[in-house]
């Protein structure tokens, strides 16, 4: 679906997931034996921020937590979470960017060895399972990217491609 379809119906607080197939970079190279490691779909998790008439992303990726144009990173996948977004996860989300990128920590989580949220130290997935838990959604997961999907869709939230 393209985004233009889905734009108006993204709401703060929604899960927006990606994957990748790209070869072409240092970058590349990294997410894609990180995939492959992790027998992974999804590769980042962020959280979107609607305000001003503009959808933005929270992100945790490197060198730290950012604020991005959501327009600017097609194509993602969308899955509504149904959050209540208040002025009080508002500042929970916002405090933090800024805050510092781990890629120990995205290690750490696969192997199961991150106390999510312990640290101002921060990776996507743990980032998002974070805001969720604030929000009142406990995913129960691994806090990596394919679990956090996969768990948001058992709770219901339906997966859509906006290209």
Not at 79 to 100: H, K, N, Q, S, Y
Not at 104 to 124: E, I, K, T, Y
Not at 128 to 151: E, F, H, S
């Amino acid at each position: 679906m393209s985004y233009a379809a889905i734009r108006d119906r993204i709401r703060s607080g929604d899960l927006l997931s990606w994957s990748h197939d790209r070869w072409d970079s240092w970058y590349d190279f990294k997410v894609q034996m990180v995939r492959m490691a992790t027998q992974s779909e999804y590769c980042h998790v962020g959280i979107a921020w609607v305000t001003a008439g503009r959808v933005f992303v929270l992100e945790a990726v490197q060198p730290r937590i950012r604020i991005f144009p959501l327009s600017s990173l097609r194509p993602f996948y969308w899955l509504p979470m149904g959050i209540t977004w208040t002025p009080e996860l508002e500042e929970f989300a916002m405090v933090r960017v800024g805050d510092p990128y781990s890629e120990w920590q995205a290690m750490a989580a696969f192997f199961n060895h991150l106390a999510s949220g312990a640290d101002r130290v921060w990776q996507c997935a743990e980032y998002v399972d974070q805001i969720l838990k604030t929000a009142g959604i406990n995913l129960a997961c691994k806090p990596v990217p394919t679990d956090i999907v996969r768990a948001a869709q058992r709770l219901g939230a339906p997966l859509e491609l906006a290209e």
